[in-house]
């Protein structure tokens, strides 16, 4: 039986093996390539540890916003509704890969606002 999402190392583990499936693939790279080629990835994957760490945990870890980084970004590379499907698909399957229960779905949840308030700020969202 797999176990539920409890600690920022669970986190932690789920965003380094999601962030992996980003990189590899070639229609996501453009989003972290920047981060890849600074080599800023292990800094990025403990910011948005502590993101995902505040709203699971009820924590205060993360002092930025989140929705105006992304719309910043926007302006050097363009999001498009594929680029929100496959960040939840490889988000959805790389928690489904070793946690179940309530706080992996409130993760996975979560994961689907997150990725509609985002469109409809771009508006990609129909």
């Known amino acids: 039986m797999q176990q539920d999402i409890s600690s920022r190392e669970d986190i932690h583990f789920i965003i380094t093996e999601f962030y992996k499936k980003l990189i590899s693939d ?7 390539e920047e981060i890849v080629q600074q080599n800023h990835l292990e800094k990025h994957l403990e910011i948005i540890t502590d993101f995902w760490q505040d709203i699971l945990f ?7 916003n989140v929705l105006q980084k992304h719309l910043d970004f926007n302006e050097k590379v363009r999001f498009k509704k594929v680029h929100f499907k496959k ?4 988000l959805q399957t790389t928690i489904d890969a070793s946690f179940k229960v309530q706080v ?6 979560r994961a689907n606002s997150i990725a509609m308030v985002m469109q409809v700020k771009f508006k990609l969202y129909d």
């Not at 960040?87 to 490889?90: D, G, I, P, S």
């Not at 992996?104 to 949840?109: I, L």
């Open 26 to 32: 070639s229609e996501m790279l453009p989003f972290f």
């Open 58 to 64: 009820q924590t205060n870890s993360y002092q930025n």
């Open 87 to 90: 960040w939840l698909f490889y």
């Open 104 to 109: 992996a779905q409130n993760m996975k949840d």
